[in-house]
């Protein structure tokens, strides 16, 4: 239940589960294995945040028909808090 998230990071988990589901299996769990620890953790949320921005960006520039990279920036700032 997205709409009952207590957190962003709940939010994020439930807001879209097919994208969820993907990004954790072949972007967060294979970074965080690959380098391991908290830093591995810390990483691969970094890094599927950065995917998830640069996703996201690319399809409002096409919708937009434009490229305003602030969209990109604060997804990927604010997504990660």
Same mark, same amino acid.
């Not at 990483?43 to 950065?50: C, L, P, S």
């Not at 028909?65 to 990109?72: N, Q, S």
């Given at each position: 239940?997205?709409?009952?998230?207590?957190?962003? %990071?709940?939010? @994020? $988990?439930?807001?879209?589960?097919?994208?969820?589901?993907?990004?954790? %299996?072949?972007?967060?769990?294979?970074?965080? *294995?690959?380098?391991?620890?908290?830093?591995?953790?810390?990483?691969? *949320?970094?890094?599927? !945040? !950065?995917?998830?921005?640069?996703?996201?960006? @690319?399809?409002?520039?096409?919708?937009? $028909?434009?490229?305003?990279?602030?969209?990109?920036?604060?997804?990927?700032?604010?997504?990660?808090?």
């Amino acid at each position: 239940n997205w709409w009952s998230s207590k957190s962003m %990071a709940e939010y @994020y $988990r439930f807001w879209n589960l097919v994208v969820h589901e993907w990004l954790y %299996a072949y972007i967060y769990r294979d970074i965080s *294995q690959m380098i391991g620890g908290k830093k591995g953790l810390f990483i691969a *949320q970094t890094m599927v !945040f !950065f995917f998830s921005s640069i996703f996201h960006e @690319y399809w409002f520039g096409l919708a937009l $028909r434009m490229f305003y990279p602030i969209i990109f920036t604060l997804y990927f700032i604010f997504g990660g808090i």
